[in-house]
């Protein structure tokens, strides 16, 4: 990262896109004047009322500066994609929240959607990574560098990553596991971001400098 620059990693928004719209206005005025990046964490999509229109801003956000905006995949990306090739993954997806998703598309099912969309969402990677900190959906396990940890795990763990405190030689950004108190968790070595913006939380970003460590304040919008 270019010195003076921020980070603002961006928690699960699960179809809020009201909530997104706020706080990327929110993330416009607090770095006005700074060089900026943007870290979406994964979970556009499913449970919320508009999961075509978050999907739609991530996405030209990141063709508009693909320098400056990492999109990653997260689970609930991942329950939408298996539901196209796997036998009795589309009911998986649908008691997740994936009805909600294809009612925003006005769509009958995962194979009704846009396929540009999917394509979009295929070629998401799991795991972005800069000089100061990990960042991923949900997590590594334990013992395991990050680059070779398994796609998987980046996506779906909780335990026994979330247990105690494990040095991954940078700080690691998350989302994935909600937290019903609508706070962000701060612990030595990780950050979980999902505040639960789908249950009536807020949605959250983090916002880092370009040295190592947790992050230097957050951003929050409510509905």
Known sequence: MEPGTLTYAVGDIHGRADLLDALLERIAAHAAGRDRRLVFLGDYIDRGPDSAAVLRTVSRLAWAEPERVTCLMGNHERMLLDALVRDGAAGHWLINGGEATLAAFGARDAAGLP??????????????????????????????????????????????????????????????????????????????????????????????????????DFLQVRG
Do not use: C, K, M
């Open 115 to 216: 396929r540009d969309t999917l394509d979009w969402i295929e070629a998401l990677p799991t795991l972005h990574g800069d000089a100061a900190r990990w960042y991923v959906h949900a997590g590594f396990r334990p013992g395991v560098a990050p680059p070779d940890s398994e796609p998987h795990d980046r996506l779906w763990i909780r335990e026994p990553f979330l247990d105690g405190d494990h040095d991954f030689g940078r700080h690691v950004v998350h989302g994935h596991t909600p937290r019903q108190d609508g706070r962000p968790e701060v612990r030595r070595f990780r950050t979980n971001l999902d505040t639960g913006a789908v249950y009536g939380g807020p949605l959250t970003a983090g916002v880092f400098s370009d040295a190592r460590g947790p992050a230097l």
